[in-house]
């Protein structure tokens, strides 16, 4: 038998937050946050709830370990005690270990408490378990059991491995459609993890991000989320979805976060989507998204306040996970010549020295980098009007005219060209990122000159997956899905010899597979974020060969 280990809440102190440009915003008091949620979640309360305590928001587990895994709950332990609500009394919660389903097996057991203090979420960190194996998870509070979640441990470090599968996700805006993606990796049952990889909330609030002018189903609570009970409300509703609880109860979740679990376009001083003074301060409202993030989020910590950490699967894969928003400089203005301030950083020191330690001392096969945001370059090349106003949009910058994108790695050249350099210098290969953010699919090579590729080397590879439902290209400017990329794909590529594909129409998700001889992405479309059973189709496949730091295509899935 085990015994738990709560994992810290909090976050790091943020730096002093710059006064923004004044934007047009409702403000709505933090009490009305928890209001907003309590109806709804009383409804859907059995009627003991009053009684006894409550599963309402499923189960998870989270970052495994050769030894040991992170398991996740939140119990309502009263009808009233609402997520941020402040609500409901201190509650004994018993969790369960088992290797077989029917938990006639049991490993492990131990209890924690859920208090009001951490939004009644708790976390257990269980240790003493057996390498590359399946478990079986439950929690209980006063006679109810949760829903079961299975689990598996990463393989022993030293370990070969033969093959490894993670499903790949990021940008659920739940507003704009349903997270049909979550439901078809849950049911595929072959997962070793999942990959989140950024924005798995979003900010704002009812009706101010994009939807094609249709919201499918509102935000609690409805106004933008600012305090630690906004953001504690918001994380509660994305955790009532049947599909987002199906796959956290079907294999362990590996997230990072983006800016919106924070605020749209966040840096270490602010964001875009910050009015300093009419929105408080950006440090407090930084601290309070961070710590509703730890509290809902199957997530353990190496550095309080970031998610930057790494995780190994045997000698086949190192993971590092990186943070690209705690600690980096304002994104440059477009065409002021920032962008190569070898003053700016997107990593911040230690973490870009962390990455690049880590990379050269991985014995592994495959070393797989977390990214939130593209690495490769993009230079948006001779698009039409039509084309280039809402890909601005979509990039959050100036509808004027743009030649990158300064919230991408482009924004900050000095430290790619460093971490190239490193790879380049020190002859690491099968370096991987795997991105979100753009709402695009990507299959890129990285080079370290993009201006003479691809006479010039590929220092890596990198697989960008699309949004789960936040606003494609197609959905901007309102016209069927494939007609935008049909016209700006080829564009793109013809300015960025290194990009072999790119769609900028569709949703979906990836699947990442993985063998000595090469690391394959399978990019999946779903036919209608809008409807909550649409259908999910194979699009391509794209895999780079162990040794080649290249791309290239695939015609059949895993």
């Avoid at 006064?19 to 709505?28: C, H, I, W």
């Avoid at 209001?35 to 009627?47: F, S």
């Avoid at 440090?283 to 190994?312: C, H, I, N, S």
């Avoid at 699947?511 to 990019?523: G, N, S």
């Amino acid at each position: 038998m085990t015994s738990p280990q709560r994992s810290a809440q909090g976050s790091a102190a943020a730096p002093d937050a710059n006064s923004l440009a004044p934007r047009r915003r409702t403000v709505v008091r933090a009490a009305a946050a928890g209001a907003a949620l309590a109806a709804p979640l009383a409804a859907a309360l059995p009627a003991r709830a009053a009684a006894a305590p409550v599963f309402v928001h499923g189960v998870a587990s989270g970052d495994p370990l050769p030894d040991g895994v992170l398991l996740w709950t939140r119990v309502t332990p009263t009808a009233d005690a609402a997520p941020g609500s402040g609500l409901g009394p201190d509650t004994e919660v018993a969790w369960t270990v088992a290797r077989d389903r029917a938990f006639t097996e049991v490993v492990a057991r131990g209890s924690l408490t859920a208090r009001a203090a951490t939004d009644h979420t708790v976390k257990a960190d269980i240790r003493g378990l057996a390498p590359a194996t399946t478990y079986w998870y439950r929690f209980s509070a006063g006679g109810t059991d949760s829903p079961a979640g299975r689990t598996r441990t990463a393989p022993a470090a030293d370990a070969a491995v033969p093959g490894l599968r993670f499903g790949v996700v990021s940008c659920a805006n739940w507003e704009a459609g349903h997270f049909s993606a979550y439901r078809h990796l849950a049911a595929r049952g072959d997962l070793d993890a999942w990959l989140h990889l950024g924005d798995y909330i979003y900010e704002y609030g009812a009706g101010q991000y994009g939807t094609r002018g249709t919201s499918v189903r509102p935000h609690a609570p409805a106004h933008e989320i600012l305090s630690l009970a906004d953001y504690r409300t918001r994380h509660g509703r994305y955790k009532t979805d049947p599909d987002l609880q199906a796959l956290h109860a079907a294999a362990a979740c590996v997230a990072i976060w983006d800016d919106h679990e924070i605020a749209n376009d966040a840096w270490s001083g602010g964001a875009e989507n910050h009015t300093e003074g009419t929105e408080g301060a950006w440090a407090d409202r930084q601290a309070a998204a961070k710590q509703a993030y730890f509290e809902w989020m199957p997530v353990r910590p190496a550095v309080a306040g970031t998610t930057y950490r790494a995780l190994r699967f045997g000698r086949l894969a190192d993971l590092a996970l990186l943070d690209l928003r705690s600690f980096r400089s304002q994104q440059a203005a477009v065409g002021n010549g920032q962008v190569d301030d070898p003053d700016r950083t997107l990593t911040g020191r230690a973490q870009l020295d962390w990455l690049k330690g880590r990379l050269a001392s991985a014995d592994t096969t495959w070393r797989l980098v977390g990214n939130s945001v593209m690495i490769a370059p993009f230079a948006i090349g001779s698009l039409a009007a039509e084309l280039l106003k809402p890909l601005a949009e979509l990039l959050g910058l100036p509808r004027e005219g743009l030649a990158i994108n300064t919230d991408q790695w482009d924004g900050y050249t000095d430290d790619r060209r460093e971490l190239l350099a490193h790879l380049r210098g020190n002859a690491i290969r099968n370096t991987v990122f795997l991105t979100g953010d753009i709402h695009m699919a990507w299959a890129n090579d990285v080079p370290v000159n993009a201006g003479t590729y691809p006479l010039s080397a590929s220092a890596a590879t990198e697989f960008v997956v699309t949004s789960v439902t936040s606003d494609n290209l197609d959905d901007l400017v309102n016209v069927a899905e494939g007609t935008v990329s049909a016209l700006a794909a080829p564009v793109i590529r013809a300015a960025n010899r290194h990009v072999h594909w790119v769609d900028t129409d569709r949703h979906g998700f990836g699947v990442l597979d993985l063998t000595a001889e090469r690391a394959q992405m399978d990019f999946y479309t779903l036919s209608d974020r809008t409807r909550p059973d649409a259908t999910a189709t194979w699009q391509r496949s794209y895999r780079t060969r162990s040794g080649t730091q290249r791309v290239e295509r695939t015609y059949d899935p895993v």
